[in-house]
């Protein structure tokens, strides 16, 4: 009997499951460039470039190995635009009853497919390194899911980083050694692979540019690797380039460099371009050969094979309800300054504009910039969490969520943070160069000249006492304010909800 065989755009891997599940001679591959998928919410321009670029190369690759491709293209003239209604269209013509599928990174793909009237057979997406029962095991019975004790697990299992049972160099985690300012201009570097789009990119760039030109960010140019070839040079490039300053200064944050010394092969990697064992035994290989000091290698592994799993194992545990979560209560509209509109809080506009122009920010500017000010402000964690899912190349629910909800946002109520991630002006200060010439002083304590995130940050922790007076992580903050004089501490509170009703006014800020 014959079936079809549904890919994703973020399942572009040759050893996928369902591929070794199907017959060659008889099963029908479909693909399917849809707008449901590319506006759901609004995508950025360059990453449904990337996504439907990266498709159609794969689809040939398939089509060269034997298979039997149905590949349907945005400006198709019988395309339906969904996921569902294509699987119908193609059940139809060619008479097949049943789909074979990898399990989707988002529970609205899950539940669209589960109500298809075929049979769907679900298979587990097994490219990650643990599986979702794996993970259920891992965390059952656990009072706090710590992502550090999640990741030594997963380093003994693969054995990466691993000097027999203990681990290599001595200790777990380096993170100590990776928070080092990015102050000398000597860091300044050439950043990621930089890959000139082919012919079959150039033709997906123009149609992008004649569908999607109301949506946020710059298309042009445009440098991503669409193929496993140019992922794995991306890959490459890091290990050889920035690698060995990675760890350092994988906090930092440089207006004139978004960069740094980070990888930017999340997009590759969350597309199924690259597989996340490999590059971890790469980034070993490196450290083994003497090209990369530990620091760097434990940081960079650690991303991929500690939270990157961790994250995706909290997505599924969580359930279907997780990306909706407001423990919060936090309901403020977001602001138009992260659409691009003007601000005079430089962090802020740096990391919008970078974001604009790249689909990409790395990990402390969108937990610390970005997040850490709609944290502070009362944003609704679900307008927050769709702008992040859709301004970012690498962003997919199952990532993006728990990250967003989760991590940036506190949103789950603790599940994966112990603490709130807030900070003053200081971090900023201290990890960037973003508050030189900044219109507001970050050494400003309170006043129409005050940093916001001085007085967003006190205003914060002061409407959430309840929550978190009794946290010890958050004690000592505490402690502080309750020292303060209380002409300050009004004034403080004052200032911040005039900055606040500002905000909902939408006047500059």
Not at 413 to 440: E, I, N, Q, T
Request: charge should be negative.
């Amino acid at each position: 009997m014959r079936r079809l065989v549904l890919i994703l755009g973020d399942q572009l891997s040759p050893g996928l499951a369902g591929l070794r599940q199907a017959d060659r001679d008889s099963d029908i591959i479909v693909m399917a460039e849809v707008m449901d998928e590319a506006s759901y919410v609004k995508h950025h321009p360059k990453k449904i470039a990337f996504i439907f670029a990266a498709m159609r190369k794969f689809a040939a690759e398939l089509e060269q190995n034997g298979w039997r491709v149905s590949y349907t293209r945005l400006d198709s003239k019988n395309n339906s635009h969904g996921i569902d209604s294509e699987l119908l269209r193609r059940a139809a013509e060619f008479e097949a009853s049943e789909v074979l599928a990898i399990e989707p990174g988002e529970w609205r793909l899950i539940q669209l497919l589960e109500d298809l009237p075929l049979t769907v057979r679900m298979l587990p997406d097994d490219r990650f390194l643990s599986s979702r029962a794996e993970f259920e095991a891992w965390a059952e019975g656990r009072k706090q899911l710590r992502m550090e004790y999640f990741y030594r697990e997963m380093r003994r299992k693969t054995g990466l980083l691993m000097d027999g049972d203990k681990p290599a160099g001595g200790k777990w985690n380096y993170d100590h050694d990776n928070r080092k300012p990015a102050a000398d201009a000597g860091l300044f570097r050439d950043g990621p692979l930089r890959i000139a789009p082919d012919a079959v990119t150039s033709e997906v760039l123009d149609l992008v540019e004649a569908r999607f030109d109301h949506h946020f960010g710059d298309l042009r140019p445009f440098w991503f690797a669409t193929d496993r070839a140019g992922a794995e040079a991306s890959l490459d490039h890091f290990i050889a380039h920035r690698l060995p300053t990675f760890g350092d200064y994988q906090d930092a944050m440089l207006a004139e460099d978004g960069f740094l010394s980070h990888a930017v092969i999340g997009l590759y990697l969350n597309a199924g371009l690259l597989d996340p064992l490999e590059v971890c035994r790469r980034a070993e290989r490196a450290y083994a050969d003497g090209q990369a000091p530990i620091n760097a290698v434990e940081g960079f592994i650690r991303q991929i094979l500690g939270w990157r799993e961790y994250i995706r194992g909290i997505y599924f545990r969580e359930g279907p309800d997780y990306p909706k979560r407001n423990a919060l209560g936090h309901t403020r509209h977001l602001p138009d300054f992260f659409w691009g509109a003007p601000t005079h809080m430089r962090c802020i506009e740096a990391a919008v504009a970078q974001t604009r122009a790249e689909a990409y920010a790395h990990h402390i500017q969108r937990l610390m910039v970005t997040g850490n000010f709609a944290l502070l402000a009362g944003i609704d964690p679900q307008e927050v969490s769709d702008w992040y899912l859709a301004v970012y190349a690498d962003a997919y629910e199952w990532v993006e969520s728990p990250n967003v909800i989760g991590m940036s946002q506190f949103a789950d109520g603790g599940v994966v943070a112990s603490k709130p991630y807030v900070s003053s002006g200081a971090y900023l200060d201290r990890m960037s160069d973003y508050c030189k010439g900044c219109h507001y002083k970050v050494r400003g304590k309170t006043g129409e000249a005050a940093c916001p995130f001085n007085l967003l940050y006190w205003h914060f922790l002061i409407r959430h006492r309840d929550r978190f007076a009794g946290n010890p992580r958050m004690a000592q903050m505490y402690r502080t304010w309750d020292r303060m004089d209380e002409v300050r501490r009004a004034t403080v509170l004052k200032d911040a909800e005039r900055f606040l009703a500002r905000l909902d006014d939408a006047e500059p800020v």
